[in-house]
Structures are given as structure tokens and as C-alpha cells.
């Protein structure tokens, strides 16, 4: 017998659509035989009308592990007036008949809505509420936990997390004021003799419209991000999250075919979900902290002998850096840099973040520390420069006295550059935008002319 699975998205409380819309479905061939919370499963009949009623009983639990008593009374009950019983949807039931002119499932409308309300204020609305504060307390955890604006365009891993949760929060609010604008809607017409009211598909667009949307954002990131150890880290992450709802809902299932009752049911599901996020969250920590995601990379041992005769000794990475302090200066052979170079990704945005660091206090060469940031929409530059600039100042002037400015400066090639002052003290630190690359460049160390600022700049923008 063939099947098929389906996306739906009806809400739980908009029974008149769902029935219509099982009843094209019969039409076509296709008759429903399980719901869970989005995937419905179809099995393949002969085409045939059908017409379908849905019940509610607020009593009812997807953790029993079988129907109540007053759930099975109440289907011989409908088995007698030719409703056959099809499956169960939390407290919803669902029957259908083939039966022309078949008698109503439910002849108060009132009865029924109130049924309704019921039903929705112990399943759906504290998860709906739950879910929204939730995700509005991850969305605003992680604003706070931005850094500087350019960093924010180029955080790829940041701005999925956000956007999701935004969606998510987005779609819990569409769902509760679609619900109780229905719901008001609704008694107004059952006060006056009328039936409920249909919510009709514009909820089903808008849920459908927020996942696409989602999925869309959720590509672009991880096509910008490909061969950063960051992706690799959230689809881990995200696959370990769906084999986790995954076996959750085959737990409930087989504690549902056991027997177990619904306080045992629960109490196992919750259980072994919180042992499971924890299991989940404590390996991905140790797997990062070892080191398990982050591509390996040149490195040598620097050991050096302080003057108290201790002896320490100093991990110094080799990355390739497209500016160094040899393109400035000369630098005695064997100098002990530790080369740095990290590069992160976004639809927005991209940035390599080098340094260039000397562990030998002995020696006057110049030490680098830059990054260079490309918008991949260059109107963000009229945003994102300012606030970069406003953003270094803030975070300087907070630790540092005198205050920190930054001043414009001439340059050659086109390049817009501000230099940085404390007070009236100029400082080895530029700001360099030109086209839609925007550069922040420090070099200690050594004394640097106008003419290697120039070369560094044109290094960096031609790199």
C-alpha cells in the first residue's frame, strides 16, 4: 500500500480548513492515516468522497497509550452513525464518512468552540508562549553578545542563530494573534446562532513563507561560510539536534505501544530530553575545546630563558599573512614571530583578522595587527564605517586617558584614511576604506613613513 508524507501547515484550532482540505485530499486518492506535528502520513486509496469531522477532547493527552474511556465511547458512538475514526492529534480527533447527507459531529457551535479553547489553552498555547519567550531571550542574548559593526556583517554564525530566532519569535506572535483574533471572531458568530469561523490558509503562507525564508538564509550562510570550522560546528550541531527530536518521538511511540501510562510517558520523555541536550552540549563543548574543529596549522616551539633563570617556552603559529613586517622593515633572521591569520564569512560579509606579534622584547621590530573587512553590499559602507570608527573610540576611551579621536588624513590612490589620536598625539593606528573593503591597521614597534603606510595600503588593497 503506497504512502506519502506531507508539510502541513493548518492550525490546530481551524478545523472547518483542515476538513476541507482531507477532503480534497480523498478526492485525489489520498486518505490520512497519522498526524504528528507537521509531517502528516497519507495512505493511497481508490479516489472517493469523503466527508471529515473533527472533535476535540480536552482531557486527552499524545502521551496515553490509548483512548480514555469517554474517547471510546465516544467513537462506537460515531462508528454507529457511520463516522469512522481516523487518528489522533493531541486532544483532536479525527473522523470520516462517506455518508451523503451524515449527521453533524457537532451540533452547538458554542459547545464546540468553547471545546476548542479548552483544547488549545492546555496543548498548543503554553508551548506557542513558551517557544516565543524563549527565542526572544536568545535573540536579544545574542545581540548583547555583538562586537564591533563590521564584525556583526561578517559573523555568519551570529547572524543565522539571530535570524532564526527572529523568525521563530516572528512566527509564534502571527500564531497566537491569528489564534485569538479567530477566537474572538468566532464567539461573535456562535453568540449570534452562527458556526466558528474559518482562519483559512493565511496562517499555512505565513508559516511556509518564515521556513522558506529561514532555509534561504540558512544556505547563503553556510555557501559563505564553506571551509570554516564554524559551519562545520552548526551543522553538527544542528544534525545532533534533529537525531535528538527524532529519537524523542520514537521513545513516546514505543512507551505509547508498551502500555506505559501518561504520567510515565511524560515523565521518560522529559528525562531523556534533558539528559540528551545536556549529553549533546557537553560534546560539542569538549569536542571544541580539543581542538576537534579547528584546522590544524603550522606552528614551531619558541623557548626562551627569563632573567631569573625560569624557562618558558611558546607555541608561535605560521600562518601566511598578505602584509607582514618584512614588507616594512628589515627584520633580523630568526626573529620569533608568531603569525595569526583567521578569516570568517557571512551573506554580508567577510573579514581575515591577521597579527603578527614578536615574543623577544629584546628586539625593536615592528609588530602588525589588522583586518580587512570586504561588504559584499558596498552600500553598507555609508553604515557600517562610521559606526566601526565610533565603536574603537568607545571601547578606547573607556580604559584609556587621554580621549581618543580619529582625524582624516590624505592618502594616496583614492584611499579615505583617519588616523588615530590621543589627544593631540598622533598614533600608529589608521582606519582605510576604499570601494567596498574597509581596513584597520595597527603597527608598533618601528617608525613608519608616510611612504610605507602607502605601501602597507596598497599591500592590503590589492591583496
Given at each position: 500500500?503506497?504512502?506519502k508524507?506531507?508539510l502541513?501547515?493548518?492550525a490546530f484550532?481551524?478545523?472547518?480548513t483542515?476538513?476541507?482540505?482531507?477532503?480534497?485530499?480523498a478526492?485525489?486518492g489520498w486518505?490520512?492515516?497519522e498526524i504528528?506535528?507537521y509531517?502528516?502520513t497519507?495512505t493511497q486509496?481508490?479516489?472517493?468522497?469523503?466527508?471529515y469531522?473533527?472533535?476535540?477532547f480536552?482531557?486527552a493527552?499524545q502521551f496515553?497509550?490509548?483512548?480514555?474511556a469517554?474517547?471510546?465511547?465516544y467513537m462506537?458512538?460515531?462508528?454507529?452513525?457511520?463516522?469512522?475514526y481516523?487518528?489522533?492529534?493531541?486532544?483532536?480527533?479525527i473522523f470520516y464518512?462517506?455518508a451523503?447527507?451524515?449527521?453533524p459531529?457537532e451540533?452547538?457551535e458554542?459547545?464546540?468552540?468553547?471545546?476548542i479553547?479548552?483544547?488549545?489553552?492546555?496543548?498548543?498555547?503554553?508551548?506557542t508562549?513558551?517557544l516565543?519567550?524563549?527565542?526572544?531571550?536568545?535573540f536579544f542574548?545574542?545581540?548583547?553578545?555583538?562586537?564591533?559593526?563590521?564584525?556583526?556583517?561578517?559573523?555568519?554564525?551570529s547572524?543565522?542563530?539571530?535570524l532564526?530566532?527572529?523568525?521563530i519569535?516572528?512566527?509564534?506572535?502571527?500564531?497566537?494573534v491569528?489564534y485569538?483574533?479567530?477566537?474572538?471572531?468566532?464567539r461573535?458568530?456562535?453568540?449570534?446562532?452562527?458556526?466558528?469561523?474559518r482562519?483559512?490558509?493565511?496562517?499555512s503562507?505565513?508559516s511556509?513563507?518564515?521556513?522558506?525564508?529561514?532555509?534561504?538564509f540558512?544556505?547563503c550562510?553556510?555557501?559563505?561560510m564553506?571551509?570554516?570550522?564554524?559551519?562545520?560546528?552548526?551543522?553538527?550541531?544542528f544534525l545532533?539536534?534533529?537525531?535528538?527530536f527524532?529519537?524523542?518521538?520514537q521513545l513516546?511511540?514505543?512507551?505509547?505501544k508498551?502500555?506505559?501510562?501518561r504520567e510515565?510517558n511524560?515523565?521518560?520523555t522529559?528525562?531523556?530530553?534533558i539528559l540528551?541536550?545536556v549529553g549533546?552540549t557537553?560534546?560539542?563543548f569538549?569536542?571544541?575545546?580539543?581542538g576537534a574543529?579547528?584546522?590544524?596549522k603550522?606552528a614551531?616551539?619558541?623557548t626562551?630563558?627569563?632573567s631569573?633563570g625560569?624557562?618558558y617556552?611558546?607555541?608561535?603559529?605560521?600562518d601566511?599573512?598578505?602584509?607582514?613586517?618584512?614588507?616594512l622593515?628589515?627584520?633580523?633572521?630568526?626573529?620569533?614571530?608568531?603569525?595569526?591569520?583567521?578569516r570568517?564569512?557571512?551573506?554580508?560579509?567577510s573579514v581575515?583578522?591577521c597579527?603578527?606579534?614578536?615574543?623577544?622584547?629584546?628586539?625593536?621590530v615592528?609588530?602588525?595587527?589588522?583586518e580587512?573587512y570586504?561588504?559584499?553590499?558596498?552600500a553598507l559602507?555609508?553604515?557600517?564605517?562610521?559606526?566601526?570608527?565610533?565603536y574603537?573610540l568607545?571601547?578606547?576611551?573607556r580604559y584609556h586617558?587621554?580621549e581618543s579621536?580619529?582625524?582624516?588624513?590624505?592618502f594616496?590612490d583614492?584611499?579615505?584614511?583617519w588616523?588615530l589620536?590621543?589627544?593631540d598625539?598622533?598614533q600608529p593606528?589608521f582606519?582605510?576604506?576604499?570601494?567596498?573593503?574597509?581596513?584597520?591597521?595597527?603597527i608598533?614597534?618601528?617608525?613608519?613613513s608616510?611612504?610605507?603606510?602607502?605601501q602597507?595600503?596598497?599591500?592590503?588593497?590589492d591583496s
Amino acid at each position: 500500500m503506497k504512502r506519502k508524507r506531507r508539510l502541513e501547515f493548518f492550525a490546530f484550532y481551524d478545523t472547518e480548513t483542515i476538513a476541507a482540505h482531507l477532503g480534497r485530499m480523498a478526492e485525489k486518492g489520498w486518505a490520512l492515516s497519522e498526524i504528528n506535528q507537521y509531517f502528516w502520513t497519507y495512505t493511497q486509496i481508490p479516489p472517493e468522497k469523503r466527508t471529515y469531522g473533527i472533535a476535540f477532547f480536552p482531557g486527552a493527552s499524545q502521551f496515553d497509550p490509548k483512548p480514555t474511556a469517554q474517547q471510546t465511547e465516544y467513537m462506537e458512538y460515531c462508528e454507529e452513525a457511520r463516522w469512522h475514526y481516523v487518528t489522533q492529534w493531541h486532544q483532536m480527533q479525527i473522523f470520516y464518512t462517506t455518508a451523503e447527507n451524515p449527521t453533524p459531529l457537532e451540533t452547538d457551535e458554542g459547545l464546540k468552540l468553547e471545546v476548542i479553547r479548552r483544547a488549545m489553552k492546555k496543548s498548543f498555547l503554553p508551548g506557542t508562549w513558551a517557544l516565543l519567550v524563549l527565542f526572544l531571550i536568545q535573540f536579544f542574548f545574542q545581540r548583547n553578545t555583538w562586537d564591533s559593526p563590521l564584525e556583526v556583517l561578517a559573523d555568519g554564525t551570529s547572524q543565522m542563530g539571530m535570524l532564526s530566532s527572529l523568525m521563530i519569535s516572528l512566527l509564534c506572535i502571527v500564531q497566537l494573534v491569528s489564534y485569538f483574533r479567530w477566537y474572538r471572531k468566532s464567539r461573535a458568530a456562535t453568540e449570534a446562532g452562527g458556526p466558528c469561523q474559518r482562519a483559512g490558509i493565511a496562517l499555512s503562507r505565513i508559516s511556509l513563507l518564515t521556513l522558506v525564508c529561514v532555509c534561504w538564509f540558512l544556505l547563503c550562510q553556510f555557501y559563505f561560510m564553506a571551509g570554516q570550522s564554524l559551519l562545520a560546528i552548526s551543522l553538527l550541531i544542528f544534525l545532533l539536534f534533529l537525531v535528538m527530536f527524532w529519537l524523542l518521538f520514537q521513545l513516546q511511540k514505543l512507551l505509547k505501544k508498551r502500555g506505559s501510562s501518561r504520567e510515565m510517558n511524560l515523565f521518560l520523555t522529559i528525562l531523556a530530553s534533558i539528559l540528551l541536550t545536556v549529553g549533546i552540549t557537553a560534546a560539542i563543548f569538549a569536542a571544541v575545546a580539543s581542538g576537534a574543529f579547528s584546522p590544524k596549522k603550522e606552528a614551531e616551539i619558541y623557548t626562551r630563558t627569563l632573567s631569573d633563570g625560569q624557562v618558558y617556552s611558546i607555541e608561535l603559529e605560521q600562518d601566511t599573512l598578505p602584509l607582514t613586517a618584512a614588507d616594512l622593515a628589515d627584520i633580523p633572521a630568526g626573529a620569533p614571530y608568531s603569525s595569526s591569520c583567521r578569516r570568517s564569512s557571512s551573506f554580508l560579509a567577510s573579514v581575515t583578522e591577521c597579527s603578527q606579534l614578536c615574543f623577544d622584547p629584546a628586539l625593536d621590530v615592528p609588530e602588525l595587527e589588522y583586518e580587512v573587512y570586504d561588504l559584499r553590499i558596498s552600500a553598507l559602507a555609508d553604515w557600517a564605517l562610521p559606526a566601526q570608527m565610533e565603536y574603537i573610540l568607545e571601547r578606547r576611551n573607556r580604559y584609556h586617558t587621554p580621549e581618543s579621536t580619529y582625524a582624516p588624513v590624505s592618502f594616496a590612490d583614492g584611499i579615505q584614511a583617519w588616523q588615530l589620536y590621543d589627544d593631540d598625539e598622533p598614533q600608529p593606528s589608521f582606519v582605510w576604506a576604499k570601494d567596498s573593503r574597509i581596513i584597520r591597521i595597527h603597527i608598533s614597534g618601528a617608525q613608519i613613513s608616510q611612504s610605507q603606510w602607502e605601501q602597507a595600503a596598497d599591500i592590503l588593497f590589492d591583496s
